[in-house]
């Protein structure tokens, strides 16, 4: 039986959980219960409600709520059957060293042990003014030790329940995050990395798939350019021809034809080279990104290209040399046909490089920008066919940023009016 067979599937966890959690629960009512109902509050020294009635000071904390008061009249037994405990009345005027029937002590259970009341009771003692001090504690606690202990159970089996359902839920949900990560860093011409290799049925089942329909992809992306090379190639004859035949026409026609010509030989070259960029990646080497422009600039400078660049520190990426030089040379290129001149300059930020091409041109439509980067899209009216190009540049540029696991963004200089290329690329090491 292969491992992936053997693996279990992804509901094995959660329905052991969900019942764990039940048995857990059920055995932390099972004891409360069972332990016993509620114990009666703890019974209270006769002395410590003689030194209250006293002194009026308060009592200490108990499990029934005690306050103390002044009343001009005695205080009047809760129900006529109350209980009237004489011997623990006559001990408490002992204790006060005063006439009994200056005490009252009403009770709501009969009392044991004299020197002790347990459960509600009212104590009075007349003051020398006529005034009487009330001891009252017929008000419950809202939780007493009994509810606290059982609310403490409770919540030490919850955050047990808590930290195994997270140690859960973190055990399943980690290969599908791997397995996110690398899908949305998939790219035609780039193997999948970092798949997880374990984790349930399920999770392994949708890496195969994932696997699969990258392959899938790749072979589909491999048969487009080998289409579009053959094509290419099945091409350059007739038009070959075509070229020799029109160099009977007279100037002028001649001249048109040898245009549209050479914007159909145009058109197939870019067509082939988007193709051949998005299947990319095979040949990947540590690149020095400011080199590489510095070698850029000063070539097209070469040939008066009113270019300029403003280098920024050293930035290594890891990609293809050529289909680097590719991308930057189309935007310096796009920059200078629309903007008249064109600025480069790049920073690192945190493990990423970030170029701007800049120009001096109409900047791009905020609303049209994204769709500029699909095949044979091209821009605003200004940027008609007359300027050359084929609606292929951007796009190269994009599939080659994504080949790199990178971006490309277009936008508008904030200073003042221009375009502005940015180009984020992985710092590698």
Same mark, same amino acid.
């Given at each position: 039986m292969s491992r992936t067979n053997r693996?279990?599937?992804?509901?094995?966890?959660i329905f052991l959980l969900v019942i764990a959690s039940v048995v857990a629960i059920a055995l932390v009512l099972f004891?409360?219960?069972?332990?016993?109902?509620? *114990?009666?509050?703890?019974p209270l020294p006769l002395a410590a409600i003689a030194s209250a009635l006293r002194t009026g000071a308060d009592l200490p904390p108990l499990d029934i709520r005690t306050v103390v008061t002044i009343a001009d009249t005695a205080p009047?037994?809760?129900?006529?059957?109350?209980?009237?405990?004489?011997?623990?009345?006559? +001990?408490?005027?002992?204790?006060?060293?005063?006439?009994?029937?200056?005490?009252?002590l009403f009770t709501m259970f009969p009392q044991s042990d004299p020197t002790e009341v347990r459960g509600k009771f009212t104590a009075a003692f007349r003051l020398p003014d006529g005034r009487w001090r009330i001891v009252d504690a017929t008000r419950p606690s809202l939780l007493t030790s009994w509810h606290m202990l059982t609310l403490q159970t409770l919540c030490f089996a919850l955050l =047990?329940?808590?930290?195994?359902?997270?140690?859960?839920?973190?055990?399943?949900?980690? *290969?599908l995050r791997k397995l996110a990560d690398s899908a949305a860093m998939a790219r035609v011409g780039v193997p999948l990395s970092d798949l997880p290799e374990g984790g349930s049925r399920e999770v392994r089942?949708?890496?195969?798939?994932?696997?699969?329909?990258?392959?899938?992809?790749?072979?589909?992306?491999?048969g487009?350019?080998?289409?579009?090379?053959?094509?290419?190639?099945? +091409?350059?004859? *007739?038009?070959?021809?075509?070229?020799?035949?029109?160099?009977?026409?007279?100037? !002028?026609?001649?001249?048109?034809?040898?245009?549209?010509?050479?914007?159909?030989?145009?058109?197939?070259?870019?067509?082939?080279?988007?193709?051949?960029?998005?299947?990319?990646?095979?040949?990947?080497?540590?690149?020095?990104?400011?080199?590489?422009?510095?070698?850029?600039?000063?070539?097209?400078?070469?040939? /008066?290209?009113?270019?300029?660049? !403003?280098? /920024?520190?050293?930035?290594? =990426?890891? $990609?293809?040399?050529?289909?680097?030089?590719? %991308?930057?040379?189309?935007?310096?290129?796009?920059? %200078?046909?629309? $903007?008249?001149?064109?600025? =480069?300059?790049?920073?690192?930020?945190?493990?990423?490089?970030?170029?701007?091409?800049?120009?001096?041109?109409?900047?791009?439509?905020?609303?049209?920008?994204?769709?500029?980067?699909? *095949?044979?899209?091209?821009g605003d009216p200004s940027r008609n066919r007359a300027t050359g190009g084929t609606g292929l540049g951007l796009a190269i540029v994009r599939s080659i940023a994504e080949t790199h696991g990178g971006t490309v963004a277009l936008g508008s200089r904030d200073d003042q009016p221009g375009g502005r290329v940015t180009v984020k690329l992985p710092i590698d090491g």
């Open positions: 693996a279990h599937s992804i509901a094995v966890p004891t409360v219960t069972f332990r016993g109902p509620p *114990p009666r509050p703890a009047q037994p809760y129900h006529p059957d109350d209980e009237r405990p004489a011997a623990t009345i006559a +001990l408490l005027a002992k204790m006060l060293d005063h006439d009994p029937a200056d005490i009252r =047990v329940l808590g930290i195994l359902a997270w140690w859960v839920a973190r055990a399943i949900s980690r *290969p089942d949708l890496t195969r798939s994932v696997s699969a329909m990258h392959r899938r992809l790749a072979q589909h992306a491999e487009r350019t080998t289409m579009l090379a053959a094509i290419a190639h099945d +091409l350059g004859t *007739p038009l070959s021809r075509l070229a020799f035949r029109v160099e009977q026409l007279p100037d !002028d026609a001649r001249a048109r034809a040898n245009a549209d010509i050479d914007e159909m030989r145009a058109m197939i070259a870019d067509a082939l080279r988007f193709a051949r960029d998005g299947a990319s990646g095979t040949d990947r080497q540590r690149v020095d990104l400011g080199s590489l422009l510095d070698s850029l600039i000063e070539d097209m400078t070469a040939t /008066g290209a009113a270019v300029s660049i !403003d280098p /920024g520190g050293r930035a290594i =990426v890891r $990609g293809d040399p050529g289909a680097l030089r590719r %991308l930057f040379v189309n935007l310096v290129e796009n920059a %200078l046909r629309y $903007g008249d001149r064109a600025v =480069v300059t790049w920073w690192i930020v945190d493990e990423t490089v970030e170029v701007f091409i800049e120009d001096d041109g109409p900047g791009f439509d905020p609303a049209q920008a994204e769709s500029l980067f699909e *095949p044979f899209v091209r």
